[in-house]
């Protein structure tokens, strides 16, 4: 049974606190429904439908709200709740008594004589919402008003009152047929019994202060077609369906079983805690299905889409040890049909145009997703008839050089990337022409992911009985491990430089390193290996990940607040990332052994409060660096979900497979100490 996460009236009904918790619901195609636990949107992110046109990207915002009105003999008693400049209106947050994430966010209402439970579920593989309604107590039957309130608009922007949008909906038995703009989805919502009364009306100046603290335009106007008033029997149920398909002859109750039983099958999908649970639970929102019927990773919601170094760093969790291997197979075909001079995409546009490929280490962390899907599979025919060229194409093009002076050194083995002007590695903010974390040369993390690139080809090389060509990668990765030792090594310090350029030598104690050590093939071992991660341990480790840079250096920036600037400025200069705790925690493992596994067990565990105080169930991207590490960023990301399932997996309970015999130098797993 998955954690549970429930709130009572004493948080509901504050309205502070009941809006800094999100729930969010998806579908496995890149859209979702999602707002705060009081149902007040608080981000132009927030809707109750919001749609990939093209899975999956091509988000758009399509139904934004849809606010019930309680219509008593004598009263009419709303439920919504909105910010407006200076205002909360209506407050329906007063009413609320409750809220639980079980399956689904659930909320009750109560007055003095009613009792209405509402529940919101989002069906997998398609854009679908279901609103289940029941009363739970009531003197006799209640008359619901629901209004819908219309976006129409790109996820990233907002709308303003304009002559454009659709005054009319069509109306069709118990259907509202409504398509804001010419050329959007169109939204049917089935509410049965029901009787359709037109209104259309601007409502204005929605005020959204999570944008506003980002220094983003913060008001938008919603648009209304009319009402849908229905009603509901003491002890009985109301499902109300919205989707961008035909909902004629559907039951949404048995939809909502329906996604019940799947979502019950996904908390099996892991062992361990309920913790553990309610993780595979949350790692599936992340996986969807691409419209060319491939599959893919979303880095993070609300507003990330899919990123080639997410991806593959998250995939092990999110897909290998949930037994998803098909979807993995599935990702790596996608990705390789998009392999360009050697190189992996960075990102995908927003509207499925151009991928974007300034990126050095997406291309090398597809190595090590594809070696460890090996170690899990055992898949080496899909690898060899369907990667294998490509894979050698790639080594060929980051020897003679690519795109952003990414070549290897022939001189030291090692590769050595970008410049001034491009963010090339996971620390890539970017403001206008300010790159803020340049790192330009060899990176210390690059490096290591270099040498198990090196050794993966090794083994693969000899695994498909080319015995030569694995002599050649074992003595390339010979190499890079005589320099890396050579010029990373800090011994004033006991750990490695950050990035070495020639003369330049960046000695900031920033995370990187930590991949010397926690890569299926170590550079580092022994006394080496344990100042790494005692530097680590002791400038860097926070409760919920690693600061990206020392307390100590002058440039630490502790808080990710304020306008872009500010926070591009502070996103790797201190602010602490969840995905991090993974490899630390594999450090921790593999240095420290049964200690170190205890260790990493009440890490784990000490995430459980954080499942309930931001994005509901899932783990926030980053964190402040200092106390109380404040979840900022995303509310949901791939990484910091699929890193703490792989770390508990692999390294806590010790189920990595072994490595097979042909991989020299594989640093052993934690069930071979």
Request: aromatic residues 10%.
């Amino acid at each position: 049974m998955a954690y549970p996460i429930s709130f009572d009236a004493a948080v509901t009904r504050d309205f502070a606190r009941a809006c800094g918790r999100e729930w969010l619901e998806t579908n496995g195609l890149g859209g979702w429904a999602s707002s705060t636990i009081c149902c007040a949107h608080t981000r132009r992110y927030h809707g109750m439908l919001v749609v990939a046109t093209e899975p999956p990207v091509g988000r758009f915002v399509l139904l934004s709200k849809l606010e019930e009105t309680l219509v008593l003999p004598h009263t009419r008693t709303e439920l919504g709740c909105n910010i407006f400049a200076g205002a909360v209106h209506p407050e329906g947050h007063r009413l609320l008594t409750g809220f639980a994430l079980n399956v689904f966010p659930t909320f009750t209402y109560a007055t003095s004589s009613i009792t209405l439970r509402k529940t919101i579920a989002m069906l997998h593989g398609e854009h679908t919402v279901v609103v289940l309604y029941e009363l739970v107590r009531a003197p006799h039957t209640v008359k619901m008003e629901l209004r819908p309130f219309f976006a129409g608009r790109d996820y990233h922007h907002l709308v303003r009152a304009n002559q454009a949008v659709r005054q009319v909906a069509r109306i069709e038995d118990d259907i509202m047929h409504y398509q804001p703009y010419f050329g959007q989805p169109v939204v049917h919502l089935l509410t049965p019994g029901a009787r359709y009364s037109p209104g259309p009306d601007w409502y204005y100046n929605y005020h959204y202060p999570r944008e506003e603290e980002r220094g983003l335009e913060c008001t938008e106007d919603l648009f209304t077609p009319g009402a849908i008033h229905c009603s509901i029997d003491p002890g009985s149920s109301l499902g109300v369906l919205v989707s961008t398909e035909d909902p004629r002859g559907r039951d949404p109750e048995s939809l909502l079983r329906q996604e019940r039983e799947r979502r019950a099958a996904l908390e099996k999908s892991v062992t361990g805690s309920p913790l553990i649970s309610r993780l595979a639970v949350a790692a599936d929102q992340f996986l969807v299905r691409r419209r060319d019927g491939l599959h893919t990773i979303v880095a993070g919601y609300h507003w990330f889409t899919d990123w080639g170094r997410d991806t593959m760093i998250s995939l092990p969790g999110i897909c290998l040890i949930r037994d998803r291997f098909q979807e993995a197979r599935s990702i790596f075909q996608a990705y390789a049909a998009c392999i360009d001079e050697g190189m992996l995409p960075n990102r995908f546009g927003d509207s499925g145009g151009q991928a974007e490929y300034n990126t050095v280490d997406a291309t090398l962390w597809f190595y090590v997703a594809l070696y460890k899907y090996l170690l899990y599979t055992g898949d080496y025919g899909f690898v060899e008839g369907s990667l294998w060229n490509a894979l050698q194409e790639i080594i060929a093009w980051h020897r003679h050089g690519t795109r952003y002076s990414i070549k290897v050194d022939p001189v030291d083995g090692l590769l050595r990337s970008g410049d001034e002007r491009s963010q090339l590695t996971w620390m890539d903010a970017k403001v206008d022409d300010w790159v803020v974390t340049p790192r330009q040369g060899r990176a210390v993390e690059i490096n290591a992911l270099w040498y198990n690139v090196l050794r993966i080809m090794e083994h693969l090389a000899r695994r498909f009985r080319d015995p030569e060509l694995g002599q050649q990668f074992a003595q390339r990765a010979d190499q890079v491990r005589t320099s890396f030792v050579k010029q990373f090594w800090n011994p004033e310090v006991g750990c490695l430089f950050d990035v070495v350029d020639g003369e330049r030598i960046d000695a900031s104690i920033r995370p990187n390193q930590i991949f010397a050590l926690s890569l299926p093939f170590a550079l580092l071992r022994g006394d080496q290996a344990r100042q790494v991660l005692d530097t680590v341990d002791r400038h860097l480790f926070t409760p919920y990940g690693l600061r990206s840079l020392s307390p100590e250096d002058p440039a630490y920036h502790p808080r990710y607040t304020g306008g872009r600037y500010d926070r591009d400025g502070a996103y790797h200069q201190g602010t602490v990332w969840g995905w991090l705790m993974g490899p630390f925690i594999t450090a921790l493992v593999r240095v420290h052994g049964a200690e170190g596994r205890a260790r990493g067990r009440d890490i784990i565990d000490g995430f459980t409060d954080h499942l309930a105080e931001a994005g509901l169930g899932t783990v926030s991207e980053i964190f402040d660096a200092d106390y109380p590490y404040v979840p900022r960023g995303c509310i949901a990301q791939a990484w910091s979900v699929g890193e703490l399932l792989r770390a508990y997996h692999e390294d806590v309970e010790g189920r990595l497979p072994d490595p097979p015999e042909t991989s020299s130098d594989h640093e052993p797993g934690p069930q071979e100490k």
